[in-house]
């Protein structure tokens, strides 16, 4: 490795113990290529080729016009699981909704008891904005990925979340469309699962998430068929 690609290693590496340092949690801003350039004692450039690789690697997004945020993946890559070698995505996706079966009821109902007013906040915030993508007809699984993920580390369980990540993202969201009955009744439920959380009802959140993942079945199965 030549002496400016170790360089922009070892920078990105003292960028994620940046993170980690001040313990920045999905979502949040980092300072600006400028300061992070004078705080580091590098050039601009290099900082610039940093968050580069950080990009690459999940660890950070870059927001048009607005910074650059840690990212909501956490350093998961994009097929940590080598799913894209699967050559049968309707059986993907309904084998990853197994799991999900397995996993969320019970972290809805951990995140109902756990959760601090920061997470409560910030999960409101991502139910609106999973719910407008979902009725506006638009792919939302990007969407939805930061709403689960956000109940699972709401769940107080440090090992979860990336787990979320993989489970909630593409491919368990096919290429298809769900029907607009379908999206409007994953909307409600999506609504539901936040109400119950937010009420602080263990059971009500757990319920909600079964009947939330009941309509993904059957979503998968719609979008199977198209």
Same mark, same amino acid.
């Given at each position: ?28 801003? =980092?300072?600006? #290529? ?9 050039? $601009? ?25 840690? *990212? ?11 799913? +894209? ?9 309904? %084998?990853? =909704?197994?799991? $999900?079966?397995?996993? #969320?009821?019970?972290?809805? *109902? ?28 638009? %792919?939302?699984? #990007? #969407? ?19 787990? @979320? ?15 607009? +009955? ?24 757990? %319920?909600?998430?079964?009947?939330? =993942? @009941? ?7 719609? +979008?199977?068929? +198209?």
């Amino acid at each position: 490795m030549d002496s400016r690609k170790l360089l922009t290693e070892k920078v990105a590496d003292e960028i994620v113990r940046t993170i980690i340092g001040k313990e920045r949690k999905a979502g949040d801003k =980092l300072p600006n #290529e400028f300061e992070l350039a004078e705080k580091l004692g590098v050039g $601009r450039s290099t900082v610039r080729e940093a968050i580069k690789t950080l990009v690459s690697r999940n660890v950070v997004e870059i927001r048009r016009g607005a910074g650059t945020f840690v *990212s909501e993946r956490s350093g998961v890559s994009e097929d940590p699981l080598g799913l +894209q070698f699967l050559n049968d995505p309707v059986r993907v996706a309904s %084998d990853l =909704l197994a799991l $999900r079966f397995l996993l #969320e009821p019970r972290l809805a *109902s951990l995140a109902a008891g756990n959760c601090s007013p920061e997470q409560l906040a910030e999960l409101m915030e991502l139910c609106d904005a999973c719910e407008h993508a979902i009725l506006s007809g638009d %792919d939302f699984a #990007e #969407e939805n990925m930061r709403f689960h993920a956000a109940i699972a580390r709401a769940s107080g369980n440090v090992v979860v979340p990336n787990l @979320a990540v993989i489970l909630c993202g593409p491919p368990s969201m096919l290429a298809g469309t769900p029907s607009e +009955q379908t999206r409007k009744e994953l909307a409600r439920t999506t609504r539901e699962i936040m109400s119950a959380i937010a009420a602080r009802d263990g059971m009500a959140a757990y %319920d909600a998430m079964l009947l939330h =993942l @009941a309509l993904c079945r059957r979503s998968i199965a719609e +979008q199977s068929l +198209q």
